[in-house]
T-cell receptor, first 110, second 114 residues
Framework: DAKTTQPPSMDCAEGRAANLPCNHSTISGNEYVYWYRQIHSQGPQYIIH???NNETNEMASLIITEDRKSSTLILPHATLRDTAVYYC???????????FGAGTILRVKS | KAGVTQTPRYLIKTRGQQVTLSCSPI?????VSWYQQTPGQGLQFLFEYFSETQRNKGNFPGRFSGRQFSNSRSEMNVSTLELGDSALYLCASSLVGQGASPAFFGQGTRLTVV
């Protein structure tokens, strides 16, 4: 599985967009990019995933570069409840083995 | 639709004992995977089961084992517990053969070994 690189921490003002970058330069053609977040001591929560097109759902948007070597998770209007560790993962289709890195600690401040 | 259910939520065991944790996947999900989360090592993959067969295995000693039943429910067992086995154990389930369907996690079992 390809490895990902994320900044260790980021701050965001409440109500502003939070943009979380992820580098996955060794991603293979059949690997999807997934984003999860984990609020302290809870199970990771699925946010969004994509292959090469940009994706949007009720929680967030995922922007994947054309060469697929990096992506950005966008939380359009961050709230204090979005404070969590965000994990970017690449995963082979139909494989249920997720390789977690250290993730990005996002702190949303009022 | 009910989510992934893990039982028990909290457990305290003594060194040398064994423990069994249970995971009920989302209805219709046939793949179940297990993870260990500790402050020092982060989230680490233990193993994955599909159709009652172990499909993937992480780098953990043989004291960690699992199984899956015909209804897709899964259990993991840790024998001869060590202090270092204290961790949050997470279970995730997903559809198989449905493209890139994501894995969904339970709330975990917090195991403390004393």
């Amino acid at each position: 599985d390809a490895k990902t690189t994320q900044p260790p921490s980021m701050d965001c003002a409440e109500g502003r967009a939070a943009n979380l970058p992820c580098n996955h330069s060794t991603i293979s053609g059949n690997e999807y990019v997934y984003w999860y977040r984990q609020i302290h001591s809870q199970g990771p929560q699925y946010i969004i995933h994509g292959l090469k097109n940009n994706e949007t759902n009720e929680m967030a948007s995922l922007i994947i570069t054309e060469d697929r070597k990096s992506s950005t998770l966008i939380l359009p209007h961050a709230t204090l409840r979005d404070t969590a560790v965000y994990y970017c993962i690449v995963r082979v289709v139909d494989g249920n083995k997720l390789v977690f890195g250290a993730g990005t600690i996002l702190r949303v401040k009022s | 639709k009910a989510g992934v259910t893990q039982t028990p939520r909290y457990l305290i065991k003594t060194r040398g004992q064994q423990v069994t944790l249970s995971c009920s996947p989302i209805s219709g999900h046939r793949s179940v995977s297990w993870y260990q989360q500790t402050p020092g090592q982060g989230l680490q993959f233990l193993f994955e089961y599909f159709s009652e067969t172990q499909r993937n295995k992480g780098n953990f000693p043989g004291r960690f084992s699992g199984r899956q039943f015909s209804n897709s429910r899964s259990e993991m067992n840790v024998s001869t517990l060590e202090l270092g086995d204290s961790a949050l154990y997470l279970c995730a389930s997903s559809l198989v053969g449905q493209g890139a369907s994501p894995a969904f996690f339970g709330q975990g079992t917090r195991l403390t070994v004393v």
